[in-house]
C-alpha cells in the first residue's frame, strides 16, 4: 500500500530538548517535504527535498533541520525546540510537483502533533 | 494580504446542494492543488491543475490563469463532504518547487 508514515503521531517534550520527527515513503518519489500547521495560519512549508541530497527552505525554515540521505526517508530535525514550534507537522511526497503534464498527486503523513513545554 | 485566498471560510449547506468553493491567487503560478482536511486531521490530494478542467466523481475542480482563479465545485453534497478544503499553488519559477497555501474553507453539510 502506497503511504507516507510519520513517527512520532504524538509528542510532548520540553524547551530544548533535541528531537526528530521521521518521514519514510515507500514509493520511490522525488519530492518531500514538510509543513506546519496553525490554527487561523493555514500549512506552510518548512523544507522541502527535489532528491537526494537535494534540500532547499521553504517558507518558515528557522529552528528546523532536515537531511535527505536516502530517498524513501526526509527527518525533521528541532535542535533546541521551543514553545513557538508547537504545531502540527506533516510530511508529504510526489512524483512530481508542478509543471504542464498535470501530474504530481500529493500524498501526506498522518501528521505529528508536537507540543513544547 | 496572503498570495492564495480562499472563500468563503466557511459554508455550511444543506444535503443536496451544489457547492462552491473559490481559490484567487496573485502570482503566476504552474500548478494549483486542491486537498481535502478530514475532521481527524487527514490530508487528501484532490486535484492537481495547470489548465481547464478536471472532474472526479462528484467533485469538479477548475482553473482560470488569466484571471488568477479556480473553483471546486461539489455535486449533490452529503454529509461525508464535510471537511476543510484547501488550495495551493507553486510558483512559475524554475526551480522553485515552493507551495504556498490558503487558509482553507470549512464545510458542513447538514442531513
Known amino acids: 500500500e502506497a503511504q507516507v508514515t510519520q513517527n512520532p503521531r504524538y509528542l510532548i517534550t520540553v524547551t530544548g530538548k533535541k528531537l526528530t520527527v521521521t518521514c519514510s515513503q515507500n514509493?520511490?518519489?522525488?519530492?518531500m517535504s514538510w509543513y506546519r500547521q496553525d490554527p487561523g495560519l493555514g500549512l506552510r512549508q518548512i523544507y522541502y527535498?527535489?532528491?537526494?541530497?537535494?534540500?532547499d527552505k521553504g517558507d518558515v525554515p528557522e529552528g528546523y533541520k532536515v537531511s535527505r540521505k536516502e530517498k524513501r526517508n526526509f527527518p525533521l530535525i528541532l535542535e533546541s525546540p521551543s514553545p513557538n514550534q508547537t504545531s502540527l507537522y506533516f510530511c508529504?511526497?510526489?512524483?512530481?510537483?508542478?509543471?504542464?503534464?498535470?501530474?504530481?498527486?500529493?500524498?501526506f503523513g498522518e501528521g505529528s502533533r508536537l507540543t513544547v513545554l | 494580504k496572503n498570495e492564495v485566498e480562499q472563500s468563503p471560510q466557511n459554508l455550511t449547506a444543506q444535503e443536496g446542494e451544489f457547492i462552491t468553493i473559490n481559490c484567487s491567487y496573485s502570482?503566476?503560478?504552474?500548478?494549483l492543488h486542491w486537498l481535502q482536511q478530514h475532521p481527524g486531521g487527514g490530508i487528501v490530494s484532490l486535484f492537481m491543475?495547470?489548465?481547464g478542467k478536471k472532474k472526479h466523481g462528484r467533485l469538479i475542480a477548475t482553473i482560470n490563469i488569466q484571471e488568477k482563479h479556480s473553483s471546486l465545485h461539489i455535486t449533490a453534497s452529503h454529509p461525508r463532504d464535510s471537511a476543510v478544503y484547501i488550495c495551493?499553488?507553486?510558483?512559475?519559477?524554475?526551480?522553485?518547487?515552493?507551495?504556498?497555501f490558503g487558509t482553507g474553507t470549512r464545510l458542513t453539510i447538514i442531513p
Open positions: 514509493m520511490n518519489h522525488e519530492y
Open positions: 491543475l495547470s489548465s
Open positions: 495551493a499553488v507553486k510558483g512559475v519559477d524554475f526551480g522553485n518547487e515552493k507551495l504556498t
Open positions: 502570482v503566476g503560478i504552474s500548478a
Open positions: 527535498s527535489m532528491n537526494v541530497e537535494v534540500t
Open positions: 508529504a511526497s510526489s512524483l512530481r510537483i508542478g509543471g504542464f503534464a498535470n501530474t504530481g498527486e500529493l500524498f
